[in-house]
T-cell receptor, first 109, second 114 residues
Framework: GIQVEQSPPDLILQEGANSTLRCNFS?????LQWFHQNPWGQLINLFY???GTKQNGRLSATTVATERYSLLYISSSQTTDSGVYFC???????????FGEGTQLTVNP | DGGITQSPKYLFRKEGQNVTLSCEQN?????MYWYRQDPGQGLRLIYY???????QKGDIAEGYSVSREKKESFPLTVTSAQKNPTAFYLC?????????????FGPGTRLTVT
């Protein structure tokens, strides 16, 4: 099956800093999603981005499918951005997702 | 409000008992999924269903069973055969039309078996 690697595993920032999270995957994908897991465990959809670039406020994401990676950018980070960020990919069937191990982000005031 | 509900939020059981976790969605999605999350790890797929009355095993199906009798419901039974059932269980759903499979998640159920 598809392998998904996220980096870095842990990231500590001061409020206001920018950051880039990376997701590498081992095969062609028809689905790629970025999620934020809040302290209560809820997975919040950030981006559905099997290819291209999208932006939503302070967050943006880019997927280069031909080179098998995706990047999540967080600008002007806030303490509420803290939590775990997951990348998940779906193969040619698109339906089932394989998750990476996540990036634990801590934003200090 | 459209969404995915899971109940209960916390569940406690004694070892050797079967337990059923509920998942309901009113998003009119064809596909539904069950994932398991252990502390500090990513999610792993247990079972998924792309249509009513059909489902497939995921990566860690042993010790679990599911049914899909209605489009909006996909209950998961954790059987006594599951060796390490204590975990956080998340249900998701997605559409299947137009090649878009974006998954949306419920709030999860934390199961503790002692």
């Amino acid at each position: 099956g598809i392998q998904v690697e996220q980096s870095p595993p842990d990231l500590i920032l001061q409020e206001g800093a920018n950051s880039t999270l990376r997701c590498n995957f081992s095969d062609s994908v028809n689905n790629l999603q970025w999620f934020h897991q809040n302290p209560w465990g809820q997975l919040i959809n950030l981006f559905y981005i099997p290819s291209g670039t999208k932006q939503n406020g302070r967050l943006s994401a880019t997927t280069v499918a031909t080179e098998r990676y995706s990047l999540l950018y967080i600008s002007s980070s806030q303490t509420t951005d803290s939590g775990v960020y997951f990348c998940a990919v779906g193969g040619t069937s698109g339906s089932r997702l394989t998750f990476g191990e996540g990036t634990q982000l801590t934003v200090n005031p | 409000d459209g969404g995915i509900t899971q109940s209960p939020k916390y569940l406690f059981r004694k070892e050797g008992q079967n337990v059923t976790l509920s998942c309901e969605q009113n998003l009119n999605h064809d596909a539904m999924y069950w994932y398991r999350q252990d502390p500090g790890q990513g999610l792993r797929l247990i079972y998924y269903s792309q249509i009513v009355n059909d489902f497939q095993k995921g990566d860690i199906a042993e010790g679990y069973s599911v049914s899909r009798e209605k489009k909006e419901s996909f209950p998961l039974t954790v059987t006594s055969a599951q060796k390490n059932p204590t975990a956080f269980y998340l249900c998701a759903s997605s559409p299947r039309d137009r090649g878009i499979y974006e998954q949306y998640f419920g709030p999860g159920t934390r199961l503790t078996v002692t």
